[in-house]
């Protein structure tokens, strides 16, 4: 049995530890359990207009070095990512497949504009990830399929010739993606459901999704034989806001899917649900209510552009709540950004790369780090391990297909503690080790 130990701390970055004391000689840590979640996916990221901006301006080695970190099996491992259907918040300027008005033909429709960064970008993740896991989601549709017609704020048209055409929308942008080389996983109808933006973005009543899968979506993805899985959300926002369909007050996410997937014959479209931001608020009741759904935590918490460790421990947090509840991928929002990580609108954000167009400076945020004490440990196909103890809202313990066990652990505290792993029924995996404050820790023990 050998146990390596990798860890991070505000001071110093990926450090490897050596080999922690065997035995459990603290009260202290975690303890296995029989408890098994379901098979992760795996960790990823999203392609945004302004992340490949950022990339393409350094010389092409070292381009293809933050390319390499970021997909390639043996650095970052993201193979479970995002796309756009369309602009979204982060695009350098915002756009749809088609926005000829009352084209419900859609005989303008297009996915040209794509060709220009998002697809070069998802390219470069294939090239690592052959077999990558797609999800996309849309901030806004055509700007007159809404009512107001613009790409922020407003809500979707709910008559049965526009919800008919946008459904056909979503099976042109899987089948030109398709023809391009590029398998579309996972469709979600609409980024953060609930949010009225000042960039792209669309307002959905449970009504509105449910009649749109169950009427127009789910039967244009069956009669064009596709294969792609249909997500409920994103759902995002506060946990204890009111949305109203059909006269009905949906008090929280809970009511919001409930009354979409009590309607059996929209049911049988779904394939899972994705939670971002005050969604991890109902994952864990969406879990026990719909085990046999897919959950994906869809988009990181993004920061405001300050990079700090405080951040990271955060995100760690973050990171370890959706897969302890359900999720079997976690999707970090922007992989790299400019200095000051701006979006178009005004809103800087943290980003893993800060990519200096100027000077090629390149700079491995503290959130780096957070995804690789993941993803460098914990594989795809790897299931959640129970565990007890005092670190048990500080730590998790995962599976991997080779029967490695990744425990990956926390220390939030302003001073140094104890933490010993044990597994009652193999005692020859135990081990203790002394976390930093405020570090972050990646333990893999082998048989």
Not at 182 to 192: A, F, K, P
């Amino acid at each position: 049995m050998t146990t390596t130990w990798h860890t991070s701390d505000p001071t110093v970055r990926w450090r490897d530890a050596g080999a922690p004391r065997p035995g459990a000689t603290s009260d202290k840590g975690l303890t296995l359990t029989a408890d098994r979640g379901r098979e992760l996916l795996g960790f990823g990221g999203t392609f945004n207009e302004l992340g490949h901006r950022a990339i393409s301006a350094l010389p092409a080695t070292d381009q293809e070095q933050v390319y390499r970190e970021l997909f390639s099996p043996e650095e970052l491992n993201l193979r479970v990512n995002r796309s756009p259907v369309g602009a979204n918040d982060f695009a350098t300027a915002w756009y749809s497949y088609d926005e000829t008005p009352g084209d419900l033909a859609l005989e303008d429709f297009s996915v040209e504009r794509d060709e220009e960064r998002v697809i070069p970008y998802i390219r470069q993740a294939q090239r690592h990830q052959p077999d990558m896991v797609l999800h996309c989601s849309p901030w806004s549709p055509p700007t007159w399929m809404k009512n107001p017609p613009v790409y922020n704020h407003g809500r979707i048209v709910t008559t049965p010739e526009n919800l008919d055409a946008y459904a056909r929308y979503f099976v042109r942008f899987v089948q030109d993606y398709a023809e391009r080389g590029i398998r579309v996983d996972q469709l979600h109808v609409q980024n953060e459901v609930f949010a009225d933006q000042k960039f792209p973005s669309c307002v959905w009543s449970a009504e509105d999704l449910r009649v749109f899968v169950r009427d127009h979506l789910g039967p244009a993805f069956e009669a064009a034989g596709l294969t792609t899985k249909i997500f409920l959300g994103t759902l995002n926002g506060p946990e204890d806001m009111a949305f109203t369909a059909s006269d009905q007050v949906l008090t929280n996410y809970s009511g919001y899917v409930d009354h979409i997937l009590f309607d059996d014959d929209a049911r049988r479209y779904v394939a899972g649900v994705g939670y971002q931001w005050a969604g991890q608020h109902a994952i864990a009741r969406t879990h026990e209510t719909w085990p046999e759904l897919e959950l994906m935590q869809t988009e990181s918490e993004c920061g405001f552009g300050r990079n700090s460790w405080q951040d990271a421990e955060y995100v760690f947090h973050l990171v370890r709540h959706y897969l302890q509840h359900g999720a079997t991928g976690y999707t970090y929002w922007n992989m790299a950004l400019e200095p000051g990580g701006l979006s178009t609108w005004g809103w800087p954000q943290n980003s893993l790369f800060t990519i200096d167009p100027a000077s090629g400076g390149i700079v491995r945020n503290p959130e780096y780090y957070v995804l690789k004490h993941y993803s460098s440990a914990v594989r795809p196909g790897a299931v959640r391990r129970g565990a007890t103890g005092r670190f048990a809202a500080q730590g998790s313990v995962y599976e991997n297909t080779d029967g490695s066990l990744a425990v990956v652990v926390q220390n939030a505290l302003d001073r140094p503690e104890e933490f010993s792993f044990s597994d009652p029924e193999d005692p020859s995996t135990a081990f203790t080790a002394e976390l930093a404050p405020h570090s972050l820790n990646t333990f893999v023990v082998r048989p």
